[in-house]
């Protein structure tokens, strides 16, 4: 631990911990746990985490070796990692994870070497006529071939059914050089989903043309 003692308090500093083959499914909270529901989640890592008067500001993680897996109707899909690195960073009030490199397989198959940006916002009040914007789940990645996510979709139907819904309709299957995708989830009872290519709707989500629209300090990926 490298931290400083600030008004009597032990609040501002980083922190490093490491881990071999270790289970993290008891670290994810209960609403992860309820409705991402892996059936294993083994990790050999290391990580260093900022504290900024008290709170998680921060941090990087180092994935040497692991993965996990979860059912999708009769398969078990599985993902692995190979010193897979992360940097974990809030970004007010929401938070951002950037993976420079993705060094991923999944279902056996490795994913094109390039990076992943996601970030997370949750809903806030801005003013004006509707007074709040939903949460947004924003996805931003480079060199990422659709096909080789389909079997995500399963853990994506899990986390909102409309998503699951939304992307089994787009079917999506090039490789692109530069993706840029947002899910957001409008309260009480309507979705948002937009990624680059044509509208369409579901039975409670649409998706549409969602170029530079990443307000927030994303990452090139």
């Not at 409309?162 to 992307?167: A, K, R, S």
């Not at 999506?172 to 680059?196: G, L, M």
Request: hydrophobic share 35%.
């Amino acid at each position: 631990m490298d931290l400083r003692d600030d008004d009597g308090l032990l609040n501002n500093g980083r922190v490093w911990l490491q881990a071999d083959d270790i289970d993290v499914k008891p670290w994810l909270g209960k609403w992860m746990q309820d409705n991402v529901a892996l059936q294993t989640a083994r990790f050999s890592l290391e990580g260093w985490m900022t504290l900024s008067k008290g709170e998680i500001a921060g941090g990087d993680v180092w994935l040497k070796q692991g993965g996990a897996s979860w059912l999708g109707g009769n398969t078990t899909h599985t993902l692995s990692v190979d010193n897979l690195t992360a940097q974990i960073s809030r970004e007010q009030p929401g938070w951002q994870f950037y993976i420079p490199d993705t060094r991923i397989t999944l279902d056996g198959k490795p994913w094109p070497s390039g990076a992943l940006t996601v970030a997370w916002l949750p809903q806030q009040d801005v003013g004006g006529e509707n007074h709040t914007r939903s949460d947004e789940l924003r996805i931003r990645a480079s060199n990422l071939e659709l096909t080789g996510l389909e079997a995500l979709r399963p853990l994506a139907a899990k986390l909102s059914p409309v998503l699951g819904e939304i992307w089994q309709a787009t079917q999506p299957s090039e490789r692109s050089p530069h993706w840029r995708w947002i899910f957001r989830y409008r309260r009480p009872k309507k979705h948002v989903f937009r990624h680059r290519g044509k509208i369409l709707h579901g039975n409670s989500g649409s998706c549409c043309l969602a170029r530079n629209i990443f307000p927030v300090r994303w990452r090139e990926a």
